[in-house]
């Protein structure tokens, strides 16, 4: 296993930016996600590493291997890709001997490791069998195998779950992670699915038009969001801009546009907030934290309730307050369709109340 370090790695195609300054250091047996909408720069980024594309500045390094211009072949690299590249004219286990072909290992040692690879991912005796004869998530898991059977330093996946329906998706991204505990391997995942990212991963990059946005934890891009982007792009926060009121201690509180006041923990907020009387900051809600008011009496919000829908498990609302929608999700709860078009009031707890640096509104 290697650790693999970016040092201001970036890549242009004539005057368009993809990876503006990619700087981070993934550590030896960890799962590392890039994540972004599409066109953020996340697969670029990954085929750089793998040696696809050569940086236009910079460079990369395996521990202290630097492979920046050397070929993929010459990386030890084992690579997923979206539409899984197997051979339609070969079996299974021709598919996944192809590596250990191409590098001349012997015929009695090739069987034995395809064999050992095709078990890992629940496909053992399928050998024989042509690729059109199985079925999509099958083949993705015969392409995992081809990539694990050369037994790379690092494992690197390009969206290798899109084209599986959702509950495949679940159970394969289960597979890989329990693969990926097993073997102990280097994993560079590229996903632009929120939910995929934080259930494999053990930190996440977040990316938005080639610039890095967040690394972190699951757990601190989600309950702590370093901006805006990343506040809507993880956890679908409602962000609300606001005003300081007044910041006493550990505590904020705010004034929205539509006049609510919210008090929240200072310490529940971006690096880079002003919380100074008057600065002009922004609130984050996520929809879960949202409750029914109640018998609440403080950190009260209403709004016009303009969609509700029931999902089983939730219901999720949509309210519109002064030119802002609120997104609430309510576990256990059966909405009213009788509802909409009328006024609704929520509590949000002053420990789910997230502050932010203020941002020009999209």
């Given at each position: 296993m290697?650790d693999v370090?970016l040092?201001?790695?970036?890549?242009?195609?004539?005057?368009?930016t993809a990876?503006?300054?990619?700087?981070?250091?993934?550590r030896?047996?960890?799962?590392f996600t890039?994540l972004?909408?599409?066109?953020?720069?996340?697969?670029?980024t990954l085929?750089?590493i793998?040696?696809?594309?050569?940086?236009?500045g910079g460079?990369?390094?395996f521990?202290d291997?630097?492979?920046?211009?050397l070929?993929?072949?010459k990386?030890d690299?084992g690579?997923v890709?979206?539409?899984?590249a197997?051979?339609?004219h070969?079996?299974?286990g021709?598919?996944v001997?192809?590596?250990?072909k191409?590098?001349?290992?012997?015929k009695d040692?090739?069987?034995?490791?395809?064999a050992?690879?095709?078990?890992k991912?629940?496909?053992a005796g399928?050998?024989?069998?042509?690729?059109?004869?199985?079925s999509?998530?099958?083949?993705?898991?015969?392409?995992?195998?081809?990539?694990?059977v050369?037994?790379?330093?690092?494992?690197?996946?390009?969206?290798?779950?899109?084209?599986l329906?959702?509950?495949l998706?679940?159970?394969t991204?289960?597979?890989?992670?329990?693969?990926?505990?097993?073997?102990g391997i280097?994993t560079?995942?590229?996903t632009?699915?929120?939910a995929?990212?934080?259930a494999?991963?053990?930190?996440i990059?977040?990316?938005k038009e080639?610039v890095?946005q967040q690394?972190g934890?699951?757990?601190?891009?989600?309950y702590?969001p370093?901006?805006?982007?990343?506040a809507?792009?993880?956890g679908?926060?409602?962000v609300?801009?606001?005003?300081v009121?007044?910041?006493?201690g550990?505590y904020?509180?705010?004034?929205?546009?539509e006049?609510s006041?919210l008090t929240?923990l200072?310490k529940?907020?971006?690096?880079?907030?002003?919380?100074?009387?008057?600065?002009?900051?922004c609130v984050?809600?996520?929809p879960?934290c949202?409750?029914?008011?109640?018998?609440h009496?403080d950190?009260?919000l209403r709004?016009?309730v303009?969609h509700c829908?029931?999902?089983?498990m939730?219901?999720?609302?949509?309210?519109?307050?002064?030119?802002?929608?609120?997104?609430?999700t309510f576990?256990n709860?059966?909405p009213d369709?009788?509802?909409?078009?009328?006024?609704?009031?929520?509590?949000?707890p002053?420990?789910?109340?997230?502050?932010?640096?203020?941002?020009?509104e999209k």
């Amino acid at each position: 296993m290697a650790d693999v370090i970016l040092n201001h790695v970036r890549k242009t195609f004539g005057k368009f930016t993809a990876v503006a300054d990619a700087d981070f250091h993934i550590r030896s047996g960890e799962f590392f996600t890039l994540l972004g909408p599409s066109g953020c720069g996340k697969t670029t980024t990954l085929r750089m590493i793998a040696g696809f594309s050569f940086p236009s500045g910079g460079q990369i390094r395996f521990d202290d291997w630097d492979v920046t211009t050397l070929s993929p072949d010459k990386r030890d690299i084992g690579m997923v890709f979206q539409n899984y590249a197997l051979f339609p004219h070969l079996t299974i286990g021709e598919n996944v001997a192809f590596g250990l072909k191409t590098r001349k290992i012997p015929k009695d040692e090739q069987r034995k490791r395809v064999a050992a690879a095709l078990e890992k991912v629940h496909l053992a005796g399928y050998e024989k069998r042509k690729v059109q004869e199985i079925s999509g998530g099958q083949q993705q898991r015969v392409a995992l195998a081809r990539a694990l059977v050369i037994e790379p330093t690092i494992l690197l996946l390009d969206e290798p779950l899109s084209n599986l329906d959702a509950k495949l998706r679940d159970d394969t991204r289960s597979e890989i992670k329990r693969l990926q505990r097993e073997l102990g391997i280097t994993t560079i995942y590229v996903t632009h699915d929120q939910a995929e990212a934080m259930a494999v991963s053990d930190r996440i990059l977040i990316m938005k038009e080639g610039v890095t946005q967040q690394l972190g934890t699951p757990y601190e891009v989600y309950y702590r969001p370093d901006n805006r982007f990343v506040a809507e792009f993880i956890g679908k926060h409602t962000v609300l801009p606001a005003v300081v009121e007044k910041a006493e201690g550990e505590y904020c509180t705010v004034r929205l546009r539509e006049g609510s006041l919210l008090t929240g923990l200072k310490k529940h907020s971006a690096s880079d907030v002003p919380f100074q009387q008057g600065a002009e900051i922004c609130v984050a809600l996520r929809p879960e934290c949202i409750e029914p008011a109640m018998e609440h009496k403080d950190n009260l919000l209403r709004g016009e309730v303009i969609h509700c829908e029931f999902t089983g498990m939730s219901a999720n609302y949509l309210l519109g307050m002064a030119g802002c929608i609120l997104k609430a999700t309510f576990v256990n709860h059966v909405p009213d369709p009788a509802s909409i078009g009328k006024s609704y009031s929520v509590h949000v707890p002053v420990e789910r109340v997230y502050f932010l640096k203020g941002e020009k509104e999209k």
